[in-house]
């Protein structure tokens, strides 16, 4: 399963490199290196609150102090959920 993250202007004001810092490390921990692909990503079109992470058609909206949560709440489930 491929997860987009938007590092274009915007979302790297709001803090898109610790995003990708802590999803990276994340990854690692958990061994799901073969699982979940991390790839930049240009502007999505959705600058919102937050850094743009894609996964699949959904755009969420992940700040860095939520990025451990999101890993585990969002990431983690759709790529067991994709098998
Ligand atoms: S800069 Fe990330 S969605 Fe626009």
Redesign the pocket.
């Known amino acids: 399963m491929r997860v987009w993250i ?7 004001v ?1 803090g ?1 490199k610790e995003v990708i810092e802590t999803l990276t490390g994340l990854v690692k921990e958990n061994h799901v290196k073969a699982e979940i692909e991390l790839a930049g ?8 609150k937050g ?2 992470v894609r996964i699949g058609e959904r ?1 969420y909206h992940v700040r860095p102090e939520d990025a451990k949560d999101f890993f585990y709440e969002v990431i983690l489930k759709e790529a067991e959920r994709c098998g």
């Open positions: 938007c590092i274009g202007s915007s979302c790297h709001r898109s990503s240009f502007c999505m079109g959705a600058c919102s850094v743009s755009i």
